[in-house]
């Protein structure tokens, strides 16, 4: 009897490890699907906040129907690290924002998430709408 008890112990201890490895995988997955989703919120927060300045006229430091001086120095965005770069670039627990291309009718901005993953986010904002593009890490996003 005592060599059964072994080959079960043996055996529950295989299945149990398994079972925590199964676990561990799945959790890890869930977790990076749960960093990308908050990114692609503060994305949002970021196409609002550019489209708003987009529209609020220079008297009031808005853009002038213009993204060409657009930084987020002059945006109140809570949950995001204040800039350091001259604007261009911002932070929060969720990834890296970075102003790519700022002209009259469109910004560009590369979004990095927080999570280890390869993928690199690019929202092309434009004054009535925007879209986010998904790439791989070190290159750049072409419009389709």
Do not use: H
């Not at 300045?53 to 808005?62: F, I």
């Amino acid at each position: 009897m005592g060599q059964q008890q072994i080959l079960l112990v043996i055996i529950v201890t295989i299945i149990v490890s398994i079972a925590t490895v199964a676990a561990l995988n799945t959790f890890l997955s869930f977790s990076e699907t749960i960093n990308v989703d908050a990114m692609r919120d503060d994305i949002s927060k970021i196409a609002l906040a550019a489209q708003g300045y987009y529209y609020k006229p220079d008297m009031l430091s808005g853009g002038g129907n213009s993204f060409e001086d657009f930084s987020f120095e002059n945006l109140s965005l809570p949950g995001f690290e204040q800039p350091e770069d001259g604007g261009r670039t911002i932070t929060s627990e969720n990834g890296t924002y970075s102003v790519i291309q700022s002209d009259s009718d469109e910004l560009v901005i590369e979004a990095i998430p927080s999570g280890a993953n390869d993928q690199v986010y690019t929202a092309v904002i434009q004054p009535d709408n925007f879209e986010v593009q998904e790439g791989e890490m070190g290159q750049r996003v072409e419009d389709e």
